[in-house]
Structure formats: structure tokens, C-alpha cells
């Protein structure tokens, strides 16, 4: 399924032929097409529109539309269809009525395999990263981006939208999603897919639901139950439909509560479709449809990539009655009303455009710039000061050439190859890659009368050595993530704990940045001076760096996760199922028309028990435990301080009003947090995010805020009334800097 190593080369002959059909394709006449449709009147809802072209279409278009091809042919030897413009997926339109392909390409943290075609991409920050600037603005920004830049290139579809929350803070995507919250999660990527879709590209959310480890997840079952799972992941899901309203939710490859995702009557069909009242359509997550019959019926609307479930054989089970035509109008008409609503039709992408590099690598730095967090800063370390500094150490993690990104589906492929090792073309699955943005270039650029030296940091005590006698150390370390992999543990691999030891035993004046997909532990927190939370910062990451290192720009990131001290204070100390060994299962499959039997050697199928912490993720289960993380969700510095005061909410309770004044220096930009502590009747020991937002202020400066409470944070699910309810009793409404900090309480009575 995955463009590796392994089908690069075969992909290549592919490839040509592909180049060779989308030079045809390019030739089409630009502009609007003439309206020849009744469907084309703009002025009717994109509803009426599908419906009108859906009383047009045969059987075979109905059933065409419901799956499609992967990077290139359905199946191996086919032509690749016109249109097709080999991305990560290709669903053919149907031009006698005017209805455009869908072309899909993965997008989390920009567009993928750009080097392919020999394009080029903007790296942003990861998700994650974005997410710690708690600025919905600029996740608009982000998805402005991703999808300016896939117009440009000629995709009218996004893959990315990762939403699943930090449950297993090891899990290897973790990168490519939101954080641990379902308000922050939910804000953040719902404003990413209305960025994106407001360039006319369609959108969606993935991997519904609980994919929140990649070890066996095509292979385990999330057991939850349906109050915690409503409470936590799927909230976070709820939120960001309401916000964006997006063409597409991608299902998951694992099984919860016993169905797979993708045939999942309770998430898709009840939940999805029923309670959140999602318009859109759910494909499934690449090879994750696993029947025809189970999946049609219990809510998929097409099977990505490929055609064994939902060509021929649904087209069959359609004829025999088996799934109703309804139903596969039902499929076709979501698509339809999807591709109008976002305006896919009224505006086509052709023709290509070349993208702006400078535009997106300048809004890449600006969200990094919000995205970088500090999270420790003895006596005042930073901000570095070029006057007064002669030398500075810099150690570790190629930061002489370049900044690390993520891995997986969501690899954007580095300008000029791998800036630590660069070969021709993009990367391999699973590539350390470093994106040519050097930290060592624009901290000397802040710094032109310092000596401003590189140590490799492979070797801690050559490292320390070379540290010793310079003013700052500052070393880079790194955690590499990828699809498909988790993290066995919270420690950053490597031995780069040694190394960090080491060098900070060499120089007091030691910082350390941390380029990281999620949180890591760091033993030696309380040893260096500054710590620095970087995550993958993108193509403007280097800048972004030298501008907080120094002060012309101010912190004001927060963590959108818990930092742990220790693997045994989550409520898994081992990733589930990691250390499962394969054990001998019989396969059965269809060869030539023969079924077959085969015995292999594969890990069996597990259960993660989600039930352990329930909706209490993150910061919540910390909370409830009574356990202190090493640093808590929420929880950010700046280069000023501010003072919280007068906190009010209002009677129906519907909104929290607070001043912040600027008690600093330095103007900066500060990120309140509003949470609730429901009734006792709840019976929850921990609280839940329920605003939160961004106030500038200059030195001396307050300013008296008013933020909405999400009625959905104040909400218990309660099982027997299948609802969302607020509960009677008092609520607690706190404010304050982070989750561990909120010095304002209000109460309000429902
Ligand atoms: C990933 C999806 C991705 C798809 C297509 C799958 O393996 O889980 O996130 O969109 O591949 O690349």
C-alpha cells in the first residue's frame, strides 16, 4: 500500500505514464465551463445539486464514484486513468455530467511526495507544534497552506486532518495530531480544514476512532465505554465537524469494541452520521474496508484504495437488494454534496499553478514562531544577548544543517534532498529527514561578533569538552517519529539523555532544544538552564528558533500535552501489545478462484483497554491520580510575565470573562485558559478544558476578556439518554496560565 522503498522503482514506469496522461490533461481549456447542467446554477444548495446530478447517473457511475485508485492503476498493470494526478488517491469522474475527478493526496503537515514530480512543498511545523500556539488564526494560516499549495499543484482533495488525541503519548503520529484535549484538539484542526477549505480543496478528519497507537493497529480493539469515548476522543472529533464541516472522515484500521472502524454501525452510522449530523462521507483509511455487506450497511461510503469490496461486489449486492439502492445513493449523494459545498465544481483546479515558496516558508516561520514553547529558563539565561556573548556551543541533531520533520504519510520531501545525507529523489519510509532551515546559520546571523562553533554531539564527552569553554551550550535532541511505529518508551533515544548529562556537567549555561514528536522524559531537567520545546518546526524552523533564542521574537507557546516524569505514570507503562511476539495463525485467502489455507507466523490480535483512563487523558489523569507530571498541560513561559484577575461568568454560564494585565518588560502575547470542575454528581476528580484564548499585550497593559465556555466541556454523555446533558449542581469555572495553575475560581449553579 505504501510508495517505500520497495514500489518506488516499480513505480517509476508508472510514474512516466502518469506524466505523460496529465500533460493531455493539462491541455484542457482554463476557466469556468460553461453551464450546461442544471446542477450548475450555483444559487441552489450543494444538496438540490447532488440530487439533480444523482437522478443522471447509471449504476456504474454510482458504484464509480465509491472507490478508487492509489498512487496510480487500481491494479497492478491497469492504465493509470486520465485526470489521475498520482497522489495517494484517484477517484474518476464522470465527465458527461461534468463532475470533476477527486484527487487525494496526503497533506498532515504539508503536501507529500512532491519529489516525485519533481515539485516542490512547504513544511510546516507539525500539528502537534502548530497546536501549542492555541491560535485558531493561525491553524487557519495552516490550512491555508496545504491548501493553496495542493491546488497548485492539482489535488482538489486533502488526506490530512489528523485529530486522534494523545492517549498513548508514545504513539509514533503523534506529531501529525492536536494534543491531548478535545476542545483544543477539536478547535485547532477544525480551523485548519476551514483554512483549507476555504481555497476550495475538500478536507478531512482522520482516523476515526481511537487509533491512538500504531503498534497493531490493524490488528487491536480500543475497548472504551460509550460515556469516556464520547468524552474524549470523539469529542474532539464533534468539535471540529462543527467547526469545519468537512467533505470527509477517514475511518481507522483498528477495531473498536469488537467492529472494525470501517464497519462500524455505532461509530458511523449512530455516532458520525445520526449525533454529530455529518453531511460528508467516510472513506476508509488505505486497505482498512474489510467486507461489503457489514461495511455498506454500517456507514462506509467508499472503500480507499482499491475496488474489492465496493466495485463489483457492492454493485452486485445493490442488484440483489442485499444493500439498497438508497443506501448507495446515500453514498454517492454525500460525495456529491461534498465536492459542491466546498467548490470543487465551481472551481476547478486546473490549471496548475507553480506555488509561492517564499509566501508559505514565511508563514511556516510565523507559526513556528507561535508554536515553540519555553519551557525552563534559570536566571534569566534567555534571552541570549549578542553583546555580551563571545562564544556559543552548539551540539547535536545535524543543527549546523537543518531541522528535523516527521515521518510516514505525513514526509513532505526536503528541498534538495535530506539536509543530513541528501540522495536524489524523496524520502524512503521510515528516513530520518532534516529540512535544509540550519540553526547554526541564523543563530550566527544574531550573533556576528560571537564564535558561533558545531560539535556532532555522537561522542558526550568530546561534546562536553567542546562545550566547556564557551559562554552557551545549547544542544538539539532529537525523538524521530513515523506512521507505523511507536516509541518504546518516553526517553529520547540514542543515549542523547548521556549527552545532554554530559554537556551540562561541562557548562552551567546549558540549554537544550528539543526536537521532538511528542513529549519525552528529561532526567536531567533540573541540571541545565533552558529548555526549549521545538517539536518539528518546519521549513522556517530555524529562523523561528533564532528569533526566540534572542528575543526579537517573544515566547508564548503552551503545551497541548503532559510531559510525564517517568513511562510508569501513564496509564500504560508499555505501549499495548509492543512487546507481543508473532505466534503461529492460519490465513485463509482466494487464489485463481481457489481458497486457500496458510499458516504464518504474526503478532495476534490484542485488546488496548482504553477504559483504564476512560476520558481522563492527558492532564486529566494526572489530576485524578494525584500525579505530578514533569511539565503539565498548558504550561508555557515567556520572556514577560502576566497577572490574572476578576473572574466573572456570566448567569446562564455560557461565557467566562477575566483580565490579564502585562506585569513584564517585554510586550508578548499570553494564552488564558478556562476550566470547569463539574458537579460532584459527575464523578470526576479532574477538570476539563472549556476555553481559551489569545490576548497581546504590551508592557503594563490588561485587557478584560470574554471567552465562550463550550457548552459540550460543561456536558456529561449520559448513556441511557444517548445525549450530551449538562448536569444540575455546581460547576467550578477556573482560570488561570496552565492546567496546574489556576489561581481564579467563579462558581455558577445549574
Ligand atoms: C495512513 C493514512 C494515509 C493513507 C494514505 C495510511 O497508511 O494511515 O493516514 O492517509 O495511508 O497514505
Redesign the pocket.
Known amino acids: ?2 510508495p517505500g522503498k520497495s514500489c518506488r522503482h516499480a513505480a517509476t514506469l508508472l510514474a512516466l505514464s502518469a506524466v505523460c496522461t496529465l500533460a493531455l490533461h493539462a491541455q484542457a481549456p482554463p476557466g469556468p465551463a460553461p453551464a450546461q447542467h442544471p446542477w450548475d446554477d450555483r444559487s441552489l444548495s450543494p444538496d438540490r445539486r447532488a440530487d439533480l446530478v444523482l437522478k443522471e447517473m447509471t449504476l456504474e457511475e454510482k458504484i464509480q464514484l465509491v472507490h478508487g485508485s ?1 498512487w496510480g492503476a487500481l491494479r497492478p498493470g491497469d492504465p493509470i486513468p486520465p485526470g489521475d494526478n498520482w497522489g ?2 484517484f477517484v474518476p469522474g464522470i465527465e458527461r455530467l461534468g463532475i470533476p475527478g477527486v484527487n487525494l493526496q ?1 497533506s ?1 503537515v504539508g503536501v ?1 511526495l512532491s519529489a516525485m514530480m519533481g515539485r516542490y512543498s512547504t513544511l510546516l511545523p507539525s500539528t502537534l507544534g502548530a497546536a501549542s500556539s492555541w491560535d485558531v488564526r493561525g491553524a487557519q494560516l495552516y490550512g491555508d497552506v496545504i491548501g493553496r499549495e495542493l491546488r497548485a499543484q492539482g489535488f482538489n482533495m486533502s ?2 486532518g ?1 485529530i486522534d488525541i494523545t492517549r498513548e503519548p508514545r504513539n509514533g ?1 503523534n506529531f ?1 495530531y492536536a494534543g491531548e484535549d478535545p476542545l483544543l484538539a477539536g478547535s485547532m484542526v477544525g480551523n485548519l480544514m476551514k483554512g483549507l477549505q476555504a481555497e476550495h480543496v475538500m478536507g478531512d478528519l ?2 476515526y476512532a481511537f ?1 491512538d497507537q500504531e503498534t497493531g ?1 490493524n490488528i487491536y480493539n480500543a475497548v472504551i465505554d460509550r460515556r469516556a469515548a464520547r468524552e474524549s476522543d470523539l469529542l474532539a472529533f464533534q468539535i471540529a465537524l462543527q467547526i469545519a464541516q468537512p467533505s470527509a472522515v ?1 475511518c ?2 483498528n477495531r473498536v469494541d469488537g467492529d472494525y472502524s470501517c464497519e462500524n454501525d455505532w461509530l458511523l452510522n449512530r455516532v458520525l452520521k445520526q449525533d454529530f449530523h455529518f453531511k460528508g462521507w467516510v472513506l476508509s ?4 474496508t474489510h467486507s461489503t455487506l457489514k461495511a455498506a450497511l454500517a456507514g462506509l461510503d467508499q472503500e ?1 484504495p482499491g475496488d474489492q469490496y465496493f466495485g463489483a461486489a457492492l454493485e452486485q449486492a445493490v442488484q440483489d437488494g442485499r444493500v439498497p439502492m438508497s443506501r448507495l445513493d446515500d453514498m454517492d449523494h454525500r460525495i456529491l454534496r461534498s465536492m459542491f459545498a466546498a467548490g470543487i465544481i465551481d472551481h476547478p483546479v486546473m490549471p496548475r499553478d507553480v506555488l509561492d515558496p517564499f509566501r508559505g516558508r514565511d508563514d511556516a516561520q510565523h507559526i513556528a514562531e507561535e508554536s515553540i514553547v519555553l519551557l525552563r529558563n534559570e536566571a534569566g539565561i534567555l534571552p541570549l544577548d549578542p553583546g555580551t556573548l563571545h562564544s556559543i556551543a552548539l551540539i547535536g541533531s545535524h543543527a549546523d544543517v537543518g531541522v528535523l520533520s516527521g515521518g ?3 514526509q513532505v520531501d526536503a528541498p534538495g534532498g535530506n539536509a543530513a545525507g541528501a540522495h536524489p529523489g524523496g524520502a524512503n519510509w521510515g528516513e530520518t529527514v532534516y529540512f535544509p532551515s540550519s540553526p547554526l546559520e541564523y543563530i550566527r546571523e544574531h550573533a556576528p561578533n560571537a564564535k558561533v562553533g558545531f560539535n556532532p554531539g555522537t561522542d558526550p564527552a568530546a561534546a562536553a569538552s567542546f562545550a566547556r569553554s564557551a559562554d552557551v551550550a545549547v544542544v538539539f535532541v532529537n525523538q524521530p517519529m513515523h ?2 511505529m511507536d516509541r518504546p518508551s518516553l526517553s529520547l533515544p540514542d543515549d542523547q539523555d548521556a549527552l545532554v548529562s554530559a554537556v551540562a556537567a561541562a557548562n552551567p549555561h546549558t540549554i537544550v532544544v528539543l526536537e521532538t514528536g511528542g513529549p519525552v522524559t528529561m532526567p536531567w531537567a533540573q541540571r541545565v538552564s533552558g529548555i526549549i520545546e521545538a517539536w518539528y518546526p518546519g521549513i522556517g524552523g530555524a529562523q523561528a528558533l533564532a528569533n526566540l533564542l534572542f528575543g526579537t521574537v517573544n515566547f508564548s507557546g503552551k503545551l497541548p500535552v503532559s510531559f510525564a516524569r517517568r513511562d510508569a505514570d501513564l496509564p500504560h507503562p508499555e505501549v499495548t501489545g509492543m512487546n507481543l511476539r508473532p505466534v503461529p495463525q492460519q490465513i485463509t485467502f482466494t487464489r485463481d478462484g481457489h481458497t486457500l489455507t496458510r499458516t504464518i507466523m504474526a503478532i495476534a490480535p490484542f485488546e488496548v483497554d482504553y477504559n483504564r483512563a476512560g476520558a481522563a487523558v492527558g492532564y486529566k489523569w494526572f489530576q485524578e491520580q494525584h500525579i505530578q507530571p514533569l511539565f503539565p498541560f498548558g504550561f508555557g513561559l515567556s520572556y514577560t510575565t502576566y497577572a490574572y484577575s476578576h473572574l466573572t461568568v456570566d448567569g446562564a454560564g455560557r461565557t467566562a470573562t477575566l483580565t490579564i494585565r502585562n506585569t513584564g518588560r517585554r510586550a508578548g502575547t499570553e494564552i488564558a485558559e478556562v476550566y470547569a470542575r463539574l458537579p460532584v454528581a459527575a464523578g470526576e476528580h479532574y477538570e476539563r478544558l472549556a476555553a481559551f484564548g489569545r490576548v497581546q499585550l504590551a508592557p503594563g497593559e490588561s485587557k478584560t476578556i470574554t471567552l465562550d465556555l463550550n457548552p459540550l466541556c460543561l456536558s456529561i454523555f449520559n448513556v441511557q439518554a444517548d445525549a450530551m446533558q449538562e448536569i444540575p449542581g455546581r460547576y467550578d469555572i477556573l482560570a488561570g496560565p496552565s492546567s496546574a495553575y489556576t489561581p481564579l475560581v467563579a462558581t455558577i449553579r445549574r
Do not use: L, Q, T
Open positions: 500500500m505504501k492509489g495517494a488517491g496526503d498532515a507529500r488526506i490530512g489528523g503520529r501529525e482522520k482516523h487509533n493497529r477517514m481507522s484500521y483509511d488505505w486497505g482498512g480507499m510516514g504519510s505525513a506512521e507505523g
